[in-house]
C-alpha cells in the first residue's frame, strides 16, 4: 500500500494518514459533483469503478454523501482550531508591537539631550562600550576570568567566577568601558566574551547643577532631578503612546529655565561662602517674579553626576527642595504682609514692644531689644519678634493661618523636581503660643523655595506664581497664577524691603544703582530637644530693583561661624553679604541696568 504525507490533525496533536486509493475514490466522486447533472453510483459497485454520469436526475448514494460530508466538516473544525489558535496569538503579543527588550537593546535606549534657556548644553549622551560573557559557551571560566582581570584589575573576582558559572546565555562584565580598555580586552579575544556599544549620560559642567540635573544609573534610568522627571512625565508618555523609540530617538532637546551663567555665579559665592564662614552646608534659588522661572538653584554639599560620587549621601540632599527648615524672621515678611492686607494694621499703626511677651511659661523677647514702641516700618527693620507677635494677635489666629495657605507655605509644593518635602506645623487648632512663635518663624519649617516663592508673590503685585524648572512666559505662568495679595499691600512691602537694606538688618546687601530690598532671618536650631545659640540657621530673602522686582532670591547658610574680626555670625554678617556679591555680578547678565538715580546707604 502507498501512502501521501500526512495531514497534520491540529485538534489533538497527531498526525493521521489517509491511503492514497481513498483520496482517488473522493476525487472521482467530487468530481461527479462538478458535472452538469448528479453522479449516480450504484451499491454494488466497487469503490474503484468507473462512475457513471446518467445526466440530471442522478444522485449519489447515501454512503458516499456522508463521506464527503465528514470530510468537509473534518476540514472546518482543522481551520477553526487554527484560526482560534491565531487570535489567541495575537491577543497574547503585546498592542503597538511592544515586547520585552533584550539586554542588548536596553542598553541602547537614549535620553534626550538637557540644555539650559540660552542652549547650552547641559546633560548629553556620549558612545560607550559594554563588555559582557556568554556562560554557556566560555571554554573556561576561570582563565577568562584572570584575563579580564588584566586588564580591569578592579573586577571582583570571585563573584563574577560565581556568575559565570552558569548555562545562562548573558552575564554583565564591566560598563562604561574606556577605549583603552576596550582595546586591551578585544586584544585577549577571550571566547564568549563580546562588546557591546550603549550611550553614556556626560554631564559637561559637572556638579554645576548637580541638584537640578540629578543622574542617571547604569542602565541609563533617571535617578534624582530631571533626569527622573524625564522618565516618570515626557518620556513615559511618548512611549506609552507609541510615539518614541527610545532606541532610536528623534526627539528636541529638553530646555531648562536655569540660566547656566547666573548659576554659577550663584554656586560660586555658596563655595566661597562655605570656606569663609567655615559652614556646614548652603543653598541658594533666584527665581522670576513674573514668570516663576527658576534661574538657578544651589545645594552644597552636592555630587558628580558623571561618577554619581556623593549619591545616596547627605550630598544628595537638595536642601532648597528635600529640606524643611525654621527658616526665622525671614517669615515675618509674611505676619507683616498679612496684617496689612487683612487691615488689621497699617503702615502708620503702633506696636508695644517695650517688654518681652510672656505666654504660660515661656517669655519671648528681641533679638536686639529696643524696649520702645515700633512703627510697622520699625518692626520690619529691626526685626522685632515682640513687635510681629502684636501684628498676629491683632489679625487673629484664622486670619494668620489662612494667609500662610494662600501664600503656599502650609502645603506640599508641586514641582518637577521628585522628592519635595511637606512643610510641618501644628496640625490641629493653632494655640496662642504656636501662632506666636511661627509669626517669627519658629514652629513651623518649610522648604527655602517655597519661602522663595512667597516673596514674589510679596512683592510682585501679590500674585502667587507656582515656580518651574521649564521655560514659560508671562502670558503662560498667568494662567495658573493668583491674587494672594491686593496691590497696595505688596507695594508696602517692596517699601519695607526697601527700608531694610537702606537702614535696618540689611544693609550689607546693598548694592549701588540696583535698588535692592530684603529681609534677614537668623534661626537658632534645636539641639538636644532645645533652641541652641550657638546653632543658626541663617538665610535672606530678597529682589531687586525694588521699584519694579524682576528677580527675588533666597540665600541660606547653616551653622555659620564668626568671619575672620567679627565677634557674631547673624544673618546680616554673612547671608546679606553673600546676597550683595551674587546680585552684583548676575545683574549685568540678566540686563538689569544700575539707575544712576538710585544709591544705597
Known sequence: MTYVPP???????????????????????????????????????????PIHLDGQGKTLSDATRSRLVMFAVGLALVYAVIGVRLVDLALDTPSAGVRAPTPQ??????????????????????????????????????????????????????????????????????????????DLLMGQGIPGVGFLEEARRFYPSGRLAAHVLGAVNVDHEGLEGIERYLDNGPLAELEALGFLDRANPDFAPQALSLDVRVQHVVRDVLVQALETYQAMAATAAVMDVRTGEILSLVSLPDFDPNTREGLGEEAALNRATGGVFELGSVFKVFTIAAGLDSGAITMDSQ?????????????????????????????????????????????GVPTQRAYYDRLGLLSRMDLELPGVASPFFPRGEWSRLSAATISFGHGLTTTPLQLLAATSASVNGGVYVAPTFLPRDEEQAMRGAHQVLSGQTSAQMRELFRANVDHGSGRRAAVDGLDVGGKTGTAEKIVDGVYSGDHRLNSFVSAFPMYDPQYAMIVVIDEPQPAEGQRSATAGLNAAPMTRQIIERIAPILGVVPRVDVTSQ
Open 7 to 49: 495531514f497534520a490533525d491540529h485538534t489533538n496533536g497527531r498526525a493521521s494518514h489517509v491511503r492514497q486509493d481513498d483520496v482517488s475514490s473522493w476525487l472521482r466522486k467530487a468530481r461527479g459533483l462538478l458535472g452538469s447533472g448528479t453522479a449516480a453510483v450504484h451499491d454494488d459497485q466497487p469503490d474503484d469503478a
Open 105 to 182: 537593546e536596553q542598553i541602547a535606549a537614549h535620553r534626550p539631550d538637557i540644555v539650559d534657556r540660552n542652549g547650552v548644553l547641559m546633560a548629553t549622551d556620549v558612545p560607550a562600550t559594554a563588555v559582557y560573557a556568554d556562560p554557556s559557551v566560555l571554554v573556561d571560566v576561570d582563565d577568562a576570568v584572570d584575563r579580564l582581570a588584566v586588564v580591569m584589575p578592579d573586577l571582583q573576582r570571585d563573584s563574577l567566577r560565581q556568575r559565570l558559572d552558569n548555562n545562562s546565555r548573558f552575564e554583565w562584565i564591566a560598563r562604561d568601558l574606556t577605549p583603552a580598555e576596550r
Open 351 to 395: 506696636h508695644d514692644a517695650r517688654r518681652p511677651i510672656r505666654i504660660g511659661s515661656s517669655t519671648i523677647n528681641d533679638f536686639h531689644a529696643r524696649r520702645a514702641i515700633l512703627s510697622t516700618s520699625e518692626v520690619f527693620t529691626s526685626s522685632s519678634n515682640i513687635g510681629t507677635i502684636r501684628i498676629a494677635e491683632a489679625m
